[in-house]
């Protein structure tokens, strides 16, 4: 058994605000998931004249690309969520029984990239609204 995941092998899927999501987004690449903490100053004259820092609120973006196409029910579902200032379910795994977030997400950027020898496609961001979970397989280290 390998030690690595690969990322054609991870699964990002989709669905109406407020579920799980359960239908996997096929139309995907080079997803990016972005986890990061804000920082509070928590430094006292005790700590030897070092900073000390602590987290505070998370936050979680999804930045991943898709090939132009209208007839995609996924496309379909970012696109709609982005026009309409809603949100969209998403679960971002690092493979199909695996980890991740699981929340509903507001698309903020949908950017459409027109190469001149490549299939045009959209760049998304999407950023967490509503956390659901931190989806976690059994067995999964």
Known sequence: MP??????????YYGPSGTSPTTEMTNVRDVTLNLEAGEADVTTRANSGWRATAPTLRECTCEFEMVWDPDDAGFTAVKD???TSG???LKILDKAEGQGPDG??????FS??????EAITVSVT???SVFRQWVEAVGHP
């Open 3 to 12: 030690s690595f995941i690969l990322g054609k092998d991870a699964k990002l």
């Open 81 to 83: 969520a982005f026009l």
């Open 87 to 89: 949100l969209i379910a």
């Open 104 to 109: 509903d997400f507001a698309i903020t950027s």
């Open 112 to 117: 459409r990239n027109e190469a001149l020898e």
């Open 126 to 128: 999407a950023k967490l």
